[in-house]
């Protein structure tokens, strides 16, 4: 049986997805679309995956710092020197550059409040969706858009949808992605990582892509994670309907999968310095999308994108 609740979490609101059969539950912060907590069962073990926020101050002194969990619109990653042209005219985030090099970080959507749209409970799952409707007056973008955010959850398995609408009377440029932080009983250093088929994406010293691809074979067999440092985009290759970054913790017999649909060709990967979780983030493109146009969808009027992403239990 699935219940809904929410409960007041500081100036905001938690919402929580339980599975009161399994014990299993997600908790959904709406300010932006933030994938707060998450458990999940296998093998009678019940699994506590993601790094969040306990309390509303720790949210905001802490997580969205580091955007722990949030949607990330209308780009993930970078964006060089806040500034980007498209279909010959200038818009600039300048007015709030988030990095010391006057690069703009993650979009804006952190502070974006989404609202309840509906929640149906089945047999088998839970399904909560958020919906966004962006109006087109910030002059940082100013595009009219819907965006619609799904989360199934169901024994073992948290699904993930994203659509996004162009409801404006001009063309859209489209980007976007997820910043889960995935936690396990051990440092990151003692897990053990086994990627999809990927290439890195080599950056500057302002972590913008140089547009040369690397070939990288980082743990296309499971190998253990030691001491590598990350904060790397790679692009997704040989891509089937289904691509799987694994974790594993054998301390725990853990063994957790994220999977990226065909329409999330990349995905960061961070370990924070204290090595305690991993990011996997899960983009339709990766950074500076907006000027260098690798992965940038533009939708005509009424057009509409979606992607999808989960995390399961192996």
Request: glycine residues 6%.
């Amino acid at each position: 049986m699935f219940t809904f609740n929410t409960e007041v979490f500081g100036e905001t609101i938690q919402i929580t997805l339980n599975n009161t059969l399994t014990g299993e539950s997600v908790g959904i912060i709406p300010n932006g679309a933030t994938l707060n907590s998450l458990c999940l069962k296998k093998n009678n073990v019940l699994y506590d995956l993601i790094d969040g926020s306990s309390t509303y101050d720790d949210y905001i002194a802490n997580g969205l710092r580091v955007y722990k969990g949030i949607f990330l619109f209308p780009f993930p990653n970078r964006l060089s020197k806040s500034k980007f042209n498209f279909e010959n005219n200038d818009y600039s985030f300048d007015s709030t550059p988030n990095e010391p090099n006057d690069n703009a970080l993650h979009g804006y959507f952190k502070d974006v409040k989404f609202d309840i749209k509906r929640f149906e409970s089945f047999a088998d799952k839970a399904e909560l969706e958020l919906f966004y409707f962006e109006s087109g007056k910030n002059s940082s973008y100013p595009f009219s858009s819907e965006i619609l955010i799904l989360y199934t959850l169901s024994e073992g398995s948290l699904i993930i949808k994203t659509t996004i609408i162009n409801h404006d009377i001009k063309n859209a440029p489209i980007a976007f992605g997820w910043h889960p932080y995935f936690k396990t009983s051990s440092l990151i250093d003692e897990c053990m990582l086994h990627f999809s088929d990927i290439e890195e994406i080599e950056v500057d010293k302002n972590m913008i892509p140089t547009g040369k691809m690397l070939p990288s074979t980082t743990f296309v067999s499971k190998s253990k994670v030691n001491d590598i440092k990350f904060d790397t985009g790679f692009k997704l290759i040989n891509q089937k309907s289904k691509s799987f970054f694994s974790v594993f913790d054998s301390k725990i017999s853990l063994h957790l999968d994220i999977w990226l649909d065909s329409n999330y060709g990349f995905i960061q990967v961070y370990i924070p310095p204290d090595r305690k979780t991993i990011a996997l983030e899960a983009m339709t493109a990766p950074a500076d999308s907006f000027n260098n146009k690798i992965g940038l969808q533009v939708l005509k009027p009424s057009q509409s994108t979606e992607a999808v992403w989960g995390i399961e239990l192996k």
